[in-house]
């Protein structure tokens, strides 16, 4: 039997707003096997963060079924969907929530927390070296590093519980192209090392060919207005 990861069948969600007319998004169907590497992409406003809200379960859907790893996430609420979500997803939005007062250890370190994990300092120490980053940089404080090196932080934070699924929104966009093109190559290798399934969002289609499959959001929703 298929190991399907993410399993979504005549999903809706409709953006609250003042508006009554806001548009429906229908999924009539999405399947994707555990391990696999998807890139979606799509103009702005075609529903890629919506996607990915859905995934991590900011937002929630109006009805239909979203399962995760064989879970019906959609229908989990409050701290079962955040203890979910700490244990199974990793996260890595482009707005990286890390707190700019704490050292970048003690960043990682919550990650572990919020999944009931200890976090291993040789892992991090590990995954730290495979993205470029010093090792002094673990007591840094946040707000003292680039824009750059605060990504590669949250893609540290992401993976150190080793999620069976990642959520990665735009993560090279402050990255030149040489750096861009080396981190993709450590981001897959993680992901194939640890049999993850990603969902990639970026504008950058020249990323594809890093994937298993290439999607544009437009084939995965019906828009309906209302």
Same mark, same amino acid.
């Given at each position: 039997?298929?190991? +399907?990861?993410?399993?979504?069948?005549?999903?809706?969600? =409709?953006?609250?707003?003042?508006?009554?007319?806001? @548009?429906?998004?229908?999924? @009539?169907?999405?399947?994707?096997?555990?391990? %696999?590497?998807?890139?979606?992409?799509?103009?702005?406003? #075609?529903?890629?963060? #919506?996607?990915?809200?859905?995934?991590?379960?900011?937002?929630? /859907?109006?009805?239909? %079924?979203?399962?995760?790893?064989?879970?019906? $996430?959609?229908?989990?609420?409050?701290?079962?969907?955040?203890?979910?979500?700490?244990?199974?997803?990793?996260?890595?939005? =482009?707005?990286?929530?890390? +707190? /700019?007062?704490? @050292?970048?250890?003690?960043?990682? &370190?919550?990650?572990?927390?919020?999944?009931?994990?200890? #976090?291993?300092? &040789?892992?991090?120490?590990?995954?730290?070296?495979?993205?470029?980053? /010093?090792?002094?940089?673990?007591?840094? @404080?946040?707000?003292?590093?680039?824009?750059? =090196?605060?990504?590669?932080?949250? +893609?540290?934070?992401?993976?150190?519980?080793? /999620?069976?699924?990642?959520?990665?929104?735009?993560? #090279?966009?402050?990255?030149?192209?040489?750096?861009?093109?080396? $981190?993709? =190559?450590?981001?897959?290798?993680?992901?194939?090392?640890?049999?993850?399934?990603?969902?990639?969002?970026?504008?950058?289609?020249?990323?594809?060919?890093? $994937?298993?499959?290439?999607?544009?959001?437009?084939?995965?929703?019906?828009? &309906?207005?209302?």
């Amino acid at each position: 039997m298929t190991n +399907i990861a993410i399993d979504i069948q005549n999903l809706h969600y =409709q953006y609250r707003g003042k508006n009554k007319h806001n @548009p429906l998004f229908h999924i @009539p169907k999405w399947q994707v096997e555990a391990g %696999d590497t998807v890139f979606l992409h799509g103009k702005s406003g #075609t529903g890629k963060s #919506t996607v990915l809200n859905l995934l991590s379960g900011i937002l929630k /859907p109006l009805n239909g %079924d979203l399962h995760l790893l064989g879970e019906n $996430f959609g229908a989990m609420k409050g701290a079962a969907t955040d203890a979910f979500r700490a244990k199974h997803i990793g996260v890595v939005f =482009q707005v990286f929530n890390l +707190i /700019p007062y704490l @050292p970048v250890l003690k960043n990682i &370190e919550l990650a572990g927390y919020f999944a009931n994990n200890k #976090t291993d300092i &040789e892992s991090v120490k590990a995954m730290l070296a495979s993205l470029a980053l /010093p090792e002094e940089v673990l007591m840094q @404080p946040v707000s003292q590093l680039s824009v750059g =090196q605060q990504q590669r932080v949250a +893609i540290v934070r992401a993976l150190i519980n080793s /999620p069976e699924i990642l959520l990665v929104d735009e993560p #090279t966009s402050a990255l030149d192209s040489s750096a861009r093109d080396a $981190f993709m =190559q450590v981001l897959m290798d993680v992901a194939k090392r640890k049999n993850t399934t990603m969902i990639f969002v970026s504008h950058d289609q020249s990323l594809a060919k890093y $994937f298993h499959q290439s999607l544009d959001v437009a084939s995965l929703f019906a828009v &309906e207005e209302h």
